[in-house]
């Protein structure tokens, strides 16, 4: 289930690019739509029916975390949105993976206030230098392909990769949100509730309250464009079909990365999160591959890409023994 989810998070962005017609904000409304909304819902009223009776017996600082940090994670998946549509998938994935682990991997850290020079840290030190270091390399390839001939986005390239690096740090503190509104499933345990199914209410709440700030922004983009009418284009089954499925992927991968960890006992936090983490990076770069983000490109930009998605799997086996030393 790691691994399917993994594929899952590296393959969701790449419907985008062969969505025919639609503008930007019409693909990202529909999938916001799918992933956060429809998904959630039909989730948790499938396994717990009525969220309520969970919430109510959770903390209001828990229940407060999960929509404060959801809702600030939806600027976040905004920029990561824009990011694909200017950088690609396979250059945009990298960078926001690489910034997202790194960040992750330090802010609990830093929160608990256990920096220390001990082998654990070190080796996470390590880690998060070497993710610096790929996702270094993933935006210098970007760059050189952008200078190719014929090669360079319309937009200017600067600001997917300031989109990238924004949409990677939100994506982290969406990691921090959810630890703190772990009370809200460990009172869905005490209701009798399987710990997977409690831990669904964390999601309704924190990708509900993410996607208000992405309905409002691609509402808004509608209108400036005049691109509502876009959504009754021909060929519906393609541009609706293709934009559902992005969400149906993107869910799929955060309710299949839920189910694996408690089966994957107490090697879950250790084995389960780097190891999604790296199908989802070498998906994503073979996605980028296939739709043709590199065809034509010089040998020194896929050089570079290749060295930067090396030392982002280093990063990450790094970060998996850490943890496996740290004894999770």
């Given at each position: 289930?790691?691994?399917l989810?993994?594929?899952?998070?590296?393959l969701?962005?790449?419907?985008?690019?062969?969505?025919?017609?639609?503008?930007?904000?019409?693909?990202?409304?529909?999938?916001?739509?799918?992933?956060?909304?429809?998904?959630?819902?039909?989730?948790?009223?499938?396994?717990?029916?009525?969220?309520?009776?969970?919430?109510?017996?959770?903390?209001?600082?828990?229940?407060?975390?999960?929509?404060?940090?959801?809702f600030?994670w939806?600027?976040?998946?905004?920029?990561?949105?824009?990011?694909v549509?200017?950088?690609?998938?396979?250059?945009?994935?990298?960078?926001?993976?690489?910034?997202?682990?790194?960040?992750?991997?330090l802010?609990?850290?830093?929160?608990?206030?256990?920096?220390?020079?001990?082998?654990?840290?070190?080796?996470?030190?390590?880690?998060?230098?070497?993710?610096?270091?790929?996702?270094?390399?993933?935006?210098?390839?970007?760059?050189?392909?952008?200078?190719?001939?014929?090669?360079?986005?319309?937009?200017?390239?600067?600001?997917?990769?300031?989109?990238?690096?924004?949409?990677?740090?939100?994506?982290?503190?969406?990691?921090?949100?959810?630890?703190?509104?772990?009370?809200?499933?460990?009172?869905?345990?005490?209701?009798?509730?399987?710990?997977?199914?409690?831990?669904?209410?964390?999601w309704?709440?924190?990708?509900?309250?993410?996607?208000?700030?992405?309905?409002?922004?691609?509402?808004?983009?509608?209108?400036?464009?005049?691109?509502?009418?876009?959504?009754?284009?021909?060929?519906?089954?393609?541009?609706?079909?293709?934009?559902?499925?992005?969400?149906?992927?993107?869910?799929?991968?955060?309710?299949?990365?839920?189910?694996?960890?408690?089966l994957?006992?107490?090697?879950?936090?250790?084995?389960?999160?780097?190891?999604?983490?790296?199908?989802?990076?070498?998906?994503?770069?073979?996605?980028?591959?296939?739709?043709?983000?590199?065809?034509?490109?010089?040998?020194?930009?896929?050089?570079?890409?290749?060295?930067?998605?090396?030392?982002?799997?280093?990063?990450?086996?790094?970060?998996?023994?850490?943890a496996?030393?740290?004894?999770?």
């Amino acid at each position: 289930m790691a691994v399917l989810s993994g594929i899952a998070n590296g393959l969701f962005t790449a419907p985008m690019k062969l969505i025919p017609r639609w503008k930007w904000e019409n693909i990202w409304l529909v999938f916001i739509l799918t992933s956060c909304l429809a998904m959630p819902s039909a989730v948790i009223f499938a396994t717990i029916g009525s969220p309520g009776t969970v919430l109510a017996q959770a903390s209001r600082v828990a229940v407060a975390s999960a929509l404060g940090f959801g809702f600030a994670w939806g600027f976040g998946a905004i920029f990561f949105g824009l990011s694909v549509d200017r950088l690609g998938v396979s250059i945009s994935n990298s960078m926001v993976l690489g910034v997202s682990s790194a960040m992750g991997s330090l802010v609990p850290l830093v929160l608990r206030g256990a920096v220390r020079l001990e082998v654990r840290q070190i080796m996470l030190f390590a880690g998060v230098l070497a993710f610096l270091a790929g996702v270094w390399q993933c935006g210098a390839a970007g760059r050189i392909r952008d200078r190719s001939a014929g090669r360079g986005p319309a937009k200017p390239s600067w600001a997917g990769y300031l989109y990238a690096l924004s949409a990677g740090v939100m994506s982290a503190v969406f990691n921090v949100g959810y630890s703190l509104a772990l009370p809200i499933a460990d009172a869905g345990v005490r209701l009798g509730f399987r710990r997977f199914l409690a831990t669904n209410c964390i999601w309704l709440l924190m990708l509900g309250a993410g996607a208000i700030p992405n309905i409002i922004y691609c509402g808004l983009l509608m209108k400036k464009h005049r691109a509502f009418g876009l959504f009754f284009s021909p060929s519906p089954q393609r541009t609706w079909g293709l934009s559902v499925l992005m969400g149906v992927l993107w869910g799929g991968s955060i309710f299949l990365y839920g189910a694996a960890t408690p089966l994957l006992g107490d090697i879950g936090p250790s084995i389960g999160w780097p190891l999604s983490l790296a199908v989802a990076l070498v998906v994503a770069n073979l996605a980028g591959i296939w739709l043709g983000e590199w065809k034509s490109v010089e040998p020194g930009a896929v050089r570079r890409m290749r060295a930067g998605v090396v030392l982002m799997l280093a990063a990450i086996m790094l970060c998996a023994l850490a943890a496996s030393v740290g004894g999770s």
